[in-house]
């Protein structure tokens, strides 16, 4: 077994966490797995995987090993697609993830959009409300919002969003609109439970005004807490990607604007850099100018 084939052996026994289901990944025997895995570590002189009786989990060492095994083979496939023209022709899976409620607003529109124009491109999308380990969990885009950590990806930022209160027009006809913040206190608050900091509300340039407020109503969906605030019932908080339409429409009006906390970017993140196959850089392309033509994620200045 050539070096290569060991690395590609290494990432599929990674990746099912298995040897038995890794080997059929890769159409091998489990016994010619295995002894690529042994002959490897031996190679190395440091133990990559631990196992038990049901399944094999990464070492310290074999999770760093994994993101160069990851990058080498990721830069051996943009060369050859290169050379075989698939460097200029998408094709293959795109694995994408990004929050949920971004991802139902925003990257599925686009998305299904791309899929038309690259019939040869498939798709798949994890809508999930955590920062998602890109490399581990094999993704190839990740859409983020709020400030980034350092790390080897590469970042393309496509807009920004702030952190708005809102309520409806019959509800603030009702219940008065706040003027201040202490005035939150008199507010009826929909609040959500997917939040870390739901019952705490932080303004102003550096977020130096913090806010406790007593929640009437909690929920674990964002979008049901923005459907009881355009019902009547109270204000919430969210973000305003989240609440665009809804803003425009009359149908919610923000309040406190003047107190808000600075935006918050957001960034497609990608791990290939000048590199990336056809597939990630025909849709970060795709995907960039449609964010950032977007009124709600990129709004005019203020005359």
Not at 178 to 186: D, G, Q
Request: hydrophobic residues 45%.
């Amino acid at each position: 077994m050539d070096r290569l084939q060991t690395l590609e052996v290494f990432v599929a026994v990674a990746d099912a966490e298995s040897f038995a289901a890794g080997s059929r990944v890769l159409g091998m025997s489990a016994p010619s797995v295995t002894r690529g895995i042994n002959a490897l570590e031996a190679r190395l002189g440091a133990r990559l995987f631990t196992r038990t009786t049901r399944r094999v989990r990464l070492t310290e060492i074999g999770e760093r090993y994994l993101a160069d095994a990851r990058r080498i083979l990721a830069e051996l496939q943009a060369a050859e697609d290169g050379v075989s023209g698939a460097a200029t022709r998408p094709t293959g899976v795109l694995r994408i993830t990004c929050p949920t409620e971004f991802g139902r607003i925003h990257v599925m529109p686009l998305l299904m959009e791309y899929l038309e124009h690259y019939p040869e491109m498939r798709a798949e999308v994890v809508m999930v409300d955590r920062v998602v380990n890109m490399i581990e969990e094999g993704f190839d885009i990740a859409v983020r919002i709020g400030s980034l950590p350092s790390s080897g990806l590469t970042a393309l930022r496509v807009g920004s969003v702030r952190r708005v209160v809102c309520g409806s027009p019959t509800y603030f006809a009702r219940e008065g609109m706040p003027a201040s913040l202490e005035a939150l206190a008199t507010q009826r608050v929909i609040a959500s439970s997917t939040l870390s900091n739901g019952r705490e509300w932080r303004f102003g340039r550096e977020g130096e005004h913090s806010v406790r407020v007593s929640p009437r109503l909690t929920m674990s969906s964002i979008a049901a807490c923005i459907e009881a605030a355009r019902s009547g019932w109270g204000i919430t908080r969210v973000l305003s990607y989240q609440v665009g339409e809804d803003l425009a429409a009359g149908r919610l009006q923000a309040v406190l604007e003047a107190l808000e906390p600075p935006p918050l970017p957001i960034h497609l993140l990608h791990s290939e850099g000048r590199g990336a196959v056809a597939k990630v850089r025909t849709f970060l392309d795709f995907a960039a100018e449609r964010l950032r033509a977007d009124p709600v994620l990129n709004p005019a200045p203020s005359a």
